[in-house]
T-cell receptor, first 114, second 111 residues
Framework: DADVTQTPRNRITKTGKRIMLECSQT?????MYWYRQDPGLGLRLIYY???????NKGEISDGYSVSRQAQAKFSLSLESAIPNQTALYFC?????????????FGSGTQLSVL | DAKTTQPTSMDCAEGRAANLPCNHS???????VYWYRQIHSQGPQYIIH???NNETNEMASLIITEDRKSSTLILPHATLRDTAVYYC????????????FGTGTSLTVIP
């Protein structure tokens, strides 16, 4: 969905490097999420944010940090990348519409840590 | 928090109905059933959701059993483009509860 943009699309880095993955959205949604997906597995929630001042840990937040710079921007950082953080990372947004909450995903960032 | 059980994989002939089951025997009264699908490493896409009544939209139908312990997603006329991983998720709407994706069902539509 072009309304949720992730950069970069692909990144190769070395162990110990600091990496930032960016996510921006033009949907005007308050809620934003970061997920990771490993081969053959489902998506696992890393962090989520319900608004600029609200940041929450997901099920696998260790080794990651986030920053919600504005309603439209939500960045994921790996302070010191390690090989088992090699994965496909997805950003998502959502809003509530008459009791219906839908997630809208970006195209993903493939991160490889060597 | 895996609250659902789905078959790992299924096949369906093109043009036939694809029926994807999901067990959620511990579902609570205020938890909805959501279905998403993911086509080959793209971001997952919302399909449908429901509480207790059957639901239908332009993509699919959702059949929920009377006791709500299981449901079935129906793609009425499967096409090759429906080949994807389908995720069944249960969660409470309008709370801090999050969408937790399991491993889903890998559906292959066969020509």
């Amino acid at each position: 969905d072009a309304d949720v943009t992730q950069t970069p699309r692909n990144r190769i880095t070395k162990t110990g490097k600091r990496i930032m993955l960016e996510c921006s959205q033009t949907k005007g949604h308050d809620r934003m999420y970061w997920y990771r997906q490993d081969p053959g597995l489902g998506l696992r929630l890393i962090y989520y944010s319900f608004d600029v001042k609200d940041i929450n840990k997901g099920e696998i937040s260790d080794g990651y940090s986030v920053s919600r710079q504005a309603q439209a921007k939500f960045s994921l950082s790996l302070e010191s990348a390690i090989p088992n953080q090699t994965a496909l990372y997805f950003c998502a947004t959502s809003d509530m519409d008459r009791g219906k909450e839908k997630l809208f995903f970006g195209s993903g960032t493939q991160l490889s840590v060597l | 928090d895996a609250k659902t059980t789905q078959p790992t994989s299924m096949d369906c002939a093109e043009g036939r109905a694809a029926n994807l089951p999901c067990n959620h025997s511990t579902i609570s009264g205020n938890e909805y059933v959501y279905w998403y699908r993911q086509i080959h490493s793209q971001g997952p896409q919302y399909i449908i959701h429901g509480l207790k009544n059957n639901e239908t939209n332009e993509m699919a139908s959702l059949i929920i059993t009377e006791d709500r312990k299981s449901s079935t997603l129906i793609l009425p006329h499967a096409t090759l483009r429906d080949t994807a991983v389908y995720y069944c998720i249960v969660r409470v709407v309008n709370t801090g509860n999050q969408f937790y994706f399991g491993t889903g069902t890998s559906l292959t539509v066969i020509p």
